[in-house]
């Protein structure tokens, strides 16, 4: 299977990916460490969506993946204390029940203009950590990634990423880490300086 792009929803594909079974090389065109995912902040917040269907849903399971990921030491996964401001009266968030319940704040704790808000606990996600956590858990599962640009799906489909035997046989060596791989770029090889 081929995953196209090495940020955070690349890897997170490629690994759940690997977790069904699948063998999986990455293509991306550069490194987790310069993708924008690199740069993004990334709070568990379910912002622009409303109460639609499907996604309460969606955000518990996401809700309980990042907090369970909060309990594993260098995920970049920490659970931090939240209040939302309101410039108006408003109902309990529809995303509430994803968090276990949240705590109305009165005006009477909060600056104006503000008139209240919710006070919660969410997972935050710490990109600069947590890619090169995703990075490592994927290659050490045997995971492949292959560092050069796709201009399309097809090509990515047909094989442009090399042979599905010379994948398998990759994969079977064991790129256990990124640092000891070889890092493929333009055609041509380039190995990585090792890792003490």
Known sequence: MVVVGGGVVGLSAAVRLQETGRS??????????????????????PTGFGDQDGVLGWARRAFEVFSALAEVPGSGVVMRDSLMLLRSPAKTPWWAEAVGGVERVGSEEVPPPYTGGYRFTVPLVE??????WLLERFVSSGGVVEERAVDSFREAAA????????FREAAAGGWKRWNNCERKRGGKTEHSPRSA
């Open 159 to 166: 094989g442009g990423w090399k042979r599905w035997n010379n």
């Open 24 to 45: 999986v090389c990455v293509l991306t065109a550069d490194p987790p460490e310069r993708t924008t995912s690199h740069l993004a902040t990334a709070i568990w917040f």
């Open 127 to 132: 990109m600069p950590v947590h890619l090169p």
